[in-house]
């Protein structure tokens, strides 16, 4: 249990960061939080489960409409986040409890298109959301610079709690079931695991935060549009990520979306207009050469050491 | 009479539908292996058709051989190289490994040709022609006549040639073909050079109806993805009915709901056929 311990001293070390008054370092550390949610959440249906959802913006989305159209509403922004995880969660389970018997690509696309749907339905649902002229959000009487650290501290809260969640997960009864179902299902369910209740539940909790980072994310932006918030790359992002971290570890998707942070922030910097094809040699690389992750690769070296030394 | 013309309209729609779907159905009922670059596939089919009628006056219709030849000369490389090396990986590995390819491949597209729209301006089009009140629009029409053949001649590929034979064996048990003295990798290859092959094919059809941009990549995958589930994986009846149900989807919803929901409409009939059928309206099947 010692690692998790250091991760959450990170997490308060990180929390630090306004101290440095840079709103540029500021934004760079909301975006992490961010990243950290979404690639969290996926690891438990993604990694743990083995399940490759793809229902990532479906969440992310509603979560922001959600949140913009009840602070639209006059709701107070802390309510209208929880509001917002409240019904990506029962979305989840509603969605989940009808797509998770399918396996693999089934699932795959279901997911997917779960997305391209709620897309869809916005759009077209123009006296609430606005269509695709987009949604904006009121205006927040708060100096910028209070508004910044307002929205680090309650992104990277997020991330705290989402990085709980894993925990418990991983740690737990139901991190163990996943595992199981992740390795052979029928097996799992003839043993006595009820296969379809922890699928849920692992489907619901990777949506939950990510239905409030949403919310979060429209009051920071001020401004939401369907194809920003459903945009296939919310979903991807978040994957790779997880991949690059280590999918299934409780660490992995933390370290994933730190180092994914500075590599897309150096790649925009730098080469924007081959942004895409950079983020396509990443996945390829990395699927090629670092299959299990860093922090895979970092256990493997490990072990191998141990070995030689003549441990066990 | 409107409904005879939408049928007609829906059923020329459905047919090219079927021919962008049928590569993206055999490469996965094969390898099972979604490939998320057929899109992308199918509109680089499209600027070729495009250089080939600005540059050399090639008329659509001929430069299928020349997109078909390249697509799959690159189809077969990319398997060979690259993707038959997690063929069996996880079905996540491989999706993202596509989709990280398809991201390559579509930057390289918008470098080369950035993203506006382009279509191919016939110097001398068919134009239509008017049947017992129905409008017979000629070139799409034809589009489609020849998208059917493509599809006839490999359906003809694959039950009568001695390849055909053996792709549709790998498809069927890959352990008992490789006994058999059947190069699985090889297959692999040459049926995932086949799928881009009539992707590419579709794409030198497809110029002359819909605009060429590299954007719309993700919505021929769109439409592969849902003629593939709604017609049943791994047959090319599938394939057809999958299209020609699209097809007909799309025209009547346009007539009932707005056009802009065509798309709408078909992925929720997707989700509601994965729930309760997931194999599609004509089932699993295997190429017999």
């Known amino acids: 249990m010692k690692r998790p311990v250091i991760a959450l001293i990170a997490f308060a070390i990180i929390a630090c960061l ?4 840079d709103n540029y370092l500021l934004r760079l550390g909301t975006m992490f939080a961010m990243y950290a949610v979404l690639a969290q959440s996926w690891n438990i249906i993604g990694g743990y489960a083995g399940y490759p959802s793809f229902a990532t913006a479906a969440f992310f989305g509603l979560g922001a409409y959600t949140g913009a159209i009840l602070q639209g509403f006059g709701w107070p922004m802390p309510l209208a986040w929880v509001a917002a995880g409240l019904l990506a969660a029962v979305f989840a389970g509603a969605m989940g409890s009808a797509i998770l018997h399918l396996k693999g690509h089934y699932f795959a696309i279901a997911s997917l298109v779960l997305a391209e749907v709620l897309l869809e339905v916005t759009t077209s649902w123009t006296s609430l959301t606005g269509g695709g002229m987009g949604l904006n959000l ?8 209070a508004q910044a650290r307002l929205f680090f501290w309650s992104m990277l809260g997020l991330a705290v709690l989402t990085f709980l969640m894993s925990w418990y997960v991983s740690a737990g009864r139901i991190g163990f079931a996943l595992r199981c179902i992740r390795q052979n299902e029928d097996a799992s369910s003839m043993v006595g ?11 619901v909790m990777s949506s939950l935060f990510v239905g409030a980072a949403g919310a979060l994310y429209a009051s920071w932006v001020f401004y939401i549009e369907p194809p920003d918030v459903y945009s296939v790359m919310t979903t991807i992002r978040p994957i790779v990520m997880t991949m690059l971290g280590g999918a299934g570890t409780l660490l992995g998707p933390v370290i994933g979306s730190a180092i994914f942070l500075v590599i897309e922030e150096v790649v925009w910097r730098n080469f924007l207009s081959v942004h895409a094809a950079v983020l396509g040699i990443l996945i390829v690389g990395l699927i090629f050469y670092l299959p299990n992750g860093i922090v895979g690769a970092v256990a493997r070296r ?3 050491r141990g070995a030689e030394n003549g441990e066990t | 009479m409107l409904y005879a013309q939408i049928l007609l309209n829906g059923l020329v729609l459905g047919g090219l539908y079927a021919c962008i779907s049928v590569g993206f159905s055999l490469v996965w009922g094969v ?15 499209s600027y070729i058709a495009y250089f080939a009628y600005a540059h050399f006056g090639i008329h659509p219709f001929f430069s299928i051989i020349i997109a078909g030849a390249l697509l799959f000369a690159l189809g077969y490389v990319v398997q060979l190289g690259l993707i038959n090396r997690v063929v069996g990986a996880p079905v996540l590995t491989t999706l993202v490994l596509t989709f990280g390819l398809d991201l390559l491949l579509n930057n390289g597209m918008l470098l080369a040709f950035s993203a506006d729209y382009r279509s191919v301006q016939l110097a001398n089009p068919l134009g239509s022609a008017v049947v017992a009140g129905l409008v017979f629009p000629l070139d799409r029409l034809v589009a489609m006549l020849l998208a059917g053949v493509l599809t006839g001649l490999l359906y003809l590929l694959l039950v009568r040639s001695k390849i055909g034979r053996a792709i549709v064996a790998v498809r069927m048990d890959r352990e008992a073909a490789a006994l058999m003295g059947v190069d699985v990798k090889k297959i692999y290859a040459i049926t995932f050079g086949i799928g881009a092959l009539m992707a590419g094919a579709a794409g030198s059809l497809l110029s002359l109806v819909f605009p060429i941009s590299p954007l719309a990549g993700s919505e021929y995958l ?6 593939c589930i709604l017609g049943g994986l791994g047959s090319i009846s599938g394939a057809i009915v999958g299209g020609i149900a699209l097809g007909l989807i799309q025209s009547f919803g346009a007539l009932f709901i707005g056009p802009q929901h065509g798309l709408t409409i078909a992925f929720v009939l997707l989700i509601i ?5 997931p194999t599609g309206i004509m089932g699993r099947r295997g190429y017999e």
């Open chain 2, 273 to 277: 056929l994965l729930i309760f059928k």
């Open chain 1, 138 to 145: 009121p205006i927040i009487r708060m100096s910028i610079a």
């Open chain 1, 18 to 21: 306004p101290l440095l008054g």
């Open chain 1, 193 to 203: 695991i009820n296969t379809t209740r922890y699928k849920v539940v692992a489907f």
């Open chain 1, 302 to 304: 490990f072990r191998k």
């Open chain 2, 222 to 227: 769109s439409i592969a993805f849902i003629v």
């Open chain 2, 31 to 45: 390898l099972n292996v979604i490939n998320v670059l057929h899109g992308s596939f199918v509109v680089l089919g």
